[in-house]
């Protein structure tokens, strides 16, 4: 039995790392973890304390050394070029079906078309250079014959910043002067178009200048230690839970507890088509990155932000990276680097590890305190910290020969070579570093040597990956041991693959059904990204709150009341109400590393299909008392005696509450049933709050209600009809 439970927490460790056996990834660890031996990884690889060391020992030790630098040597770009010829015929083929009506299915594709078109000076033989406005022009005439007249604009915007031949400059004028014309004319029939998808809603959500479906802003004043939270929550930390949220004041159901954007996040490869690579907004006049045909933005605004920062990296190689069968939280892991910058990354690094050396003069305070003759203990305490006294003062050298340069550049000389070759020289952002998300859990001191052997071989391939696109000024030779610098983002890397296996959160829309908005309905998972302030959430198998996505932020809201002191706990998966205690414990084990000790695993409670209005408890109505009564102890006329504070009480109140609370759920699932959301959410929140107040679950009616509510709650963030399941409705 363990030893099937260590296979299967290794195969969940791996999963997440990479993505099954596809992709030369796994052969190439494979061929290292074979070529070191099983004594290496353990004995020698094993006891390396830091990430920094581990990823030089990857380039440098003569065992492995020949094998990585051979593979890695073979990395070159890989990428879906613009093709002028390609997206020509998807224009042709575009009119062909506008002209026979069949305006949907023109619309992809002009799409395509305006996805595969070349930038200026890239396609002269095909289209005289301008197949890009052309395809614009023709999208935002199929955009007019839908009257969608806010993204015909837009695209005829997109098509005028080229010097287009003065007749089809005339036409491009006549449209943008109907669309204009018509828009001011119907501007207050027209129901507006987000074209910000949901960015503006969720600014003001988080400033309470908005409220949510169930008319409540985010919960209290924002927080001032969690800038994304409200202050009815405070972080706290203990050593069996670690850092975790628990209510500050008291939460009610339907509470907005949380609204946050990802530090980072990246769509799965099978969206990039369908939905925006920087907001995972779902696409209606996509248009994309000028080098490169993989990806897709919603607009202007997304695609200038990903190409000023990650996307300029990783544009040439995206191709590469998918096929190379690393996961998406590879990916997640790399963009926390691309996006960042060189600069950022070194000092995102300095300040790790000032906060190790902290930690490490914390511990050897108390260790000679409490311990004065542990010498050897002293010795090594003292060996680590020179350690990294030595790494930090390589670090400044290196920053520092790089400052001169930067010095040289604001006295004149010329910096664009240094500029292009991916160095990031905005002074203004260069102390502004979130820490928030590195100093999350990454569970080290339980990782094996193998386990930590496959996560380096992942950094030491994204570190060359950088190396081929500029990511750093002079990059080392391949048959050399990568420099200081390159050494310091390959461990930032490494760090990055372990935090990301526990805190970060799949990000999903809602997929309606054609007949009922709630009935068949089902989440999508689109992608992954890392949320600093929800990570810190700890699990329950009985969740306190439930999350949706606006935009690309995530949204966190309560779905039973809570008292100050109350641990607010989320659920990673596996839930009371349909996984036996046996399968929670097991996946939880496996995937997190951790036992859940929630009150539903301690009692065992019942998963779904057994689950009773019995099993309820009724609270003691004695002030501070926290005793627990079956609703069958109390007889009518009758008091009992609570042995927790031994005084006489009657129960028939709490009764009569319970009662009112079963009722006021058949009512909620009516509206909801109707479709009557803020009418449901009502109702339910309103009998959750005194359900909570009188009684303790389980209840199998209080749990429907609790599920029906997260599933009203998340209707307000994103959902999607298909268009011909809208059709049909």
């Not at 939880?588 to 408890?617: I, K, S």
Request: glycine share 6%.
């Amino acid at each position: 039995m363990q030893d099937r439970d260590e296979f299967y927490r290794n195969l969940c460790s791996s999963e997440t790392l990479r993505s099954g056996k596809r992709g030369f990834f796994h052969d190439f660890s494979e061929s290292v973890m074979r070529m070191a031996g099983a004594t290496w990884t353990t004995e020698v690889f094993g006891r390396i304390e830091d990430d920094a060391g581990r990823v030089r020992a990857i380039f440098a030790d003569p065992r492995i050394r020949h094998v990585v630098i051979d593979t890695l040597a073979r990395v070159k770009p890989l990428y879906r070029d613009k093709d002028a010829d390609i997206s020509k015929r998807r224009r042709l083929e575009g009119y062909q079906l506008a002209a026979i009506g069949q305006y949907d299915k023109a619309l992809l594709l002009f799409s395509q078309a305006v996805l595969r078109a070349p930038q200026r000076d890239k396609g002269k033989t095909v289209d005289q250079d301008m197949s890009l406005p052309l395809a614009l022009l023709g999208r935002a005439e199929i955009f007019m014959a839908l009257k969608e007249y806010h993204f015909a604009l837009e695209d005829l915007r997109l098509a005028g910043e080229y010097d287009l031949p003065d007749k089809s400059m005339q036409e491009l004028r006549r449209r943008r002067e109907e669309c204009e014309c018509f828009l001011r004319v119907n501007e207050k029939s027209l129901t507006p178009v987000d074209l910000a998808n949901n960015v503006d809603k969720v600014t003001r959500l988080i400033l309470n200048e908005e409220k949510d479906g169930a008319g409540r802003p985010l919960n209290g004043a924002v927080n001032s230690e969690a800038r994304w939270s409200s202050d009815a929550l405070e972080i706290r930390e203990t050593s069996v839970a670690g850092k975790h949220a628990v209510a500050a004041t008291e939460i009610h159901p339907g509470d907005t507890l949380v609204v946050e954007g990802p530090l980072a996040g990246c769509l799965l490869p099978e969206f990039y088509g369908t939905h925006c690579q920087h907001c995972y907004a779902r696409l209606k006049a996509p248009i994309g990155c000028p080098n490169c045909s993989c990806v897709t933005f919603c607009g202007r605004k997304c695609r200038d932000i990903a190409m000023a920062t990650y996307h300029k990296y990783e544009c040439k190689i995206l191709a590469l990276l998918i096929g190379s069968g690393m996961s998406v939280l590879s990916m997640v892991a790399f963009r926390m680097v691309t996006q960042e910058g060189l600069r950022k990354c070194l000092k995102i690094y300095e300040e790790l590890e000032k906060a190790d050396d902290e930690k490490a003069a914390t511990s050897l305070t108390t260790t000679t305190t409490t311990i004065p003759d542990t010498h050897d203990a002293k010795s090594s305490a003292n060996s680590r910290s020179a350690r990294r006294r030595i790494r930090r003062r390589k670090l400044k050298e290196c920053r520092r020969r790089e400052g001169g340069i930067e010095m040289r550049g604001r006295e004149g000389q010329d910096t664009k070579g240094s500029r292009e070759s991916g160095h990031d020289h905005d002074d203004d952002d260069d102390d502004n570093v979130d820490m928030a998300a590195y100093n999350l859990v990454t569970h080290a001191n339980k990782r094996t040597g193998s386990d930590f052997l496959e996560r380096s071989l992942m950094a030491a391939f994204l570190l060359r990956c950088l190396q081929r696109v500029g990511f750093f000024a002079h990059p080392t030779p391949d048959d050399e041991v990568p420099g200081a610098e390159e050494i310091i983002v390959a461990a930032l890397l490494l760090r990055n693959l372990q935090l990301l296996q526990f805190n970060a959160h799949e990000f999903f829309e809602t997929r309606l059904s054609a007949g009922h908005r709630f009935r068949c309905s089902r989440p999508v998972y689109l992608g992954v990204a890392i949320y600093p302030t929800v990570a810190r959430f700890n699990h329950d198998c009985y969740p306190a709150v439930t999350r949706y996505f606006v935009g690309r932020h995530i949204v966190i809201r309560a779905v039973r009341g809570l008292q100050p002191g109350d641990v607010i706990a989320e659920n990673y998966g596996p839930i009371f109400t349909k996984r036996t205690l046996a399968e929670r414990q097991r996946t939880l084990t496996g995937r997190y590393w951790f036992r859940c000790t929630c009150q539903a695993c301690q009692e065992d409670w019942p998963y779904f299909e057994n689950l009773t209005n019995d099993a309820v408890r009724l609270r003691c109505p004695t002030e501070g008392c926290s005793g627990l009564h079956s609703r069958a102890q109390q007889r009518p006329g009758k008091p009992i005696k609570c042995p927790d504070c031994r005084k006489k009480i009657c129960l028939e109140d709490r009764l009569a509450c319970l009662q009112e609370c079963e009722t006021l759920y058949a009512r909620g699932l009516a509206s909801m049933e109707d479709e009557r959301v803020d009418e449901a959410i009502g109702i339910l929140c309103d009998a959750l709050k005194r359900f909570h107040r009188v009684a303790y679950p389980p209840h199998r009616d209080t749990h429907l209600a609790e599920i029906a509510l997260s599933s009203c709650l998340i209707d307000y963030g994103n959902t999607w009809r298909p268009a011909v399941l809208c059709e049909r409705t």
